[in-house]
Nanobody, 124 residues
Framework: QVQLVESGGGLVQAGGSLRLSCAASGRTFSSYGMGWFRQAPGKEREFVAAITWIGGSTYYADSVKGRFTISRDNAKNTLYLQMNTLKPEDTAVYYC?????????????????WGQGTQVTVSS
């Protein structure tokens, strides 16, 4: 079992940057594929980015491609999301999630474990 705790959210102006972190418990973090999702008020949860268990492959939603970067440090049991050139439409609660096998899944139903979320607010 994996427990996930996100951090790094906050309030930022449009064009700014934030780096989200997701700390995972357990010794098997490196075997999980990891993803970031987000949910804005009144909207469904949507895929943002995903990374395979070894970090060799990454996938991004078209809306964040070129602005966001997902990465992981298996030695530190931590997942990251570097967010640059933020836009007001990026405002949402951001969740990290883990799944086995360690693929980079884009569908939320394929994930087994979820964090509690961290709020990101981008002002115009």
């Amino acid at each position: 079992q994996v427990q996930l705790v996100e951090s790094g959210g906050g309030l930022v102006q449009a064009g700014g940057s934030l780096r989200l972190s997701c700390a995972a418990s357990g010794r098997t973090f490196s075997s999980y594929g990891m993803g970031w999702f987000r949910q804005a008020p009144g909207k469904e949860r949507e895929f943002v980015a995903a990374i395979t268990w070894i970090g060799g492959s990454t996938y991004y939603a078209d809306s964040v491609k070129g602005r966001f970067t997902i990465s992981r440090d298996n030695a530190k049991n931590t997942l990251y999301l570097q967010m640059n050139t933020l836009k007001p439409e990026d405002t949402a609660v951001y969740y990290c999630a883990a799944q086995r096998p360690g693929i980079a899944a884009v569908t939320s139903t394929l994930y087994d474990y979820w964090g509690q979320g961290t709020q990101v607010t981008v002002s115009s």
